[in-house]
T-cell receptor, first 116, second 114 residues
Framework: DTEVTQTPKHLVMGMTNKKSLKCEQH?????MYWYKQKAKKPPELMFV???????INESVPSRFSPECPNSSLLNLHLHALQPEDSALYLC???????????????FGPGTRLLVL | AQSVTQLGSHVSVSEGALVLLRCNYS??????LFWYVQYPNQGLQLLLK??????LVKGINGFEAEFKKSETSFHLTKPSAHMSDAAEYFC????????????FGAGTRLTVKP
């Protein structure tokens, strides 16, 4: 099973709301990623977790707060977002054992977020 | 730092014609190179991956790519386009050192005309 699942598929939220995006994988992967993708652009890396510890934070605003409760789950907590944060948010996972960025990343279908 | 450049943001071919999507890389160490495909409203799916085992890499859906060190290229090809190949294609580069971050090219949108 090479599936990464993400919920919800779509999310509309106001600038004062608090919401969470969820990602799950059962491939035994130890690295998990959050990407942001704007229309007609490549994915932009936001966060990387390796063995449940945050290893990369690409200078993401604090209104985005990641959490990795266990090796299968990855959350992205959202608070006080801006309209420019509207995008497709992709989760991915990889084995996490090879080190570096040589590993194949498996992507979920994404959550399409609209901030009003 | 590693990076990839995809030449041509949009490529249009006729059904049955050759598909050629261009990718050039920049890396100070032997790179790991990937091609991903993204269909509308979906996540990214791996097409193929170069790991130095062979310069010609075969992937899914009839795609293949050839690693040419002298040209620092990793172009994606398919002999005969199918309507279902219409999608966004991303070339990406990784490496053996550093953090778990892969760098994507800007993407190429492939249109297939009937």
């Amino acid at each position: 099973d090479t599936e990464v699942t993400q919920t919800p598929k779509h999310l509309v939220m106001g600038m004062t709301n608090k919401k969470s995006l969820k990602c799950e994988q059962h491939m035994g992967h130890r690295a998990m990623y959050w990407y942001k993708q704007k229309a007609k652009k490549p994915p932009e890396l936001m966060f990387v977790y390796s063995y449940e510890k945050l290893s990369i934070n690409e200078s993401v605003p604090s209104r985005f707060s990641p959490e990795c409760p266990n090796s299968s789950l990855l959350n992205l907590h959202l608070h006080a977002l801006q309209p420019e944060d509207s995008a497709l948010y992709l989760c991915a996972s990889s084995q996490g054992t090879s080190g570096g960025s040589r590993e194949t990343q498996y992507f979920g279908p994404g959550t399409r977020l609209l901030v009003l | 730092a590693q990076s990839v450049t995809q030449l041509g943001s949009h490529v249009s071919v006729s059904e049955g014609a050759l598909v050629l999507l261009r990718c050039n890389y920049s890396s100070s160490v032997p790179p790991y190179l990937f091609w991903y495909v993204q269909y509308p409203n979906q996540g990214l799916q791996l097409l193929l991956k170069y790991t130095s085992a062979a310069t010609l890499v075969k992937g899914i859906n009839g795609f293949e790519a050839e690693f040419k060190k002298s040209e620092t290229s990793f172009h994606l090809t398919k002999p005969s386009a199918h309507m279902s190949d219409a999608a966004e294609y991303f070339c990406a580069v990784g490496g053996p050192f550093g953090n778990n971050d892969m760098r994507f090219g800007a993407g190429t949108r492939l249109t297939v005309k009937p």
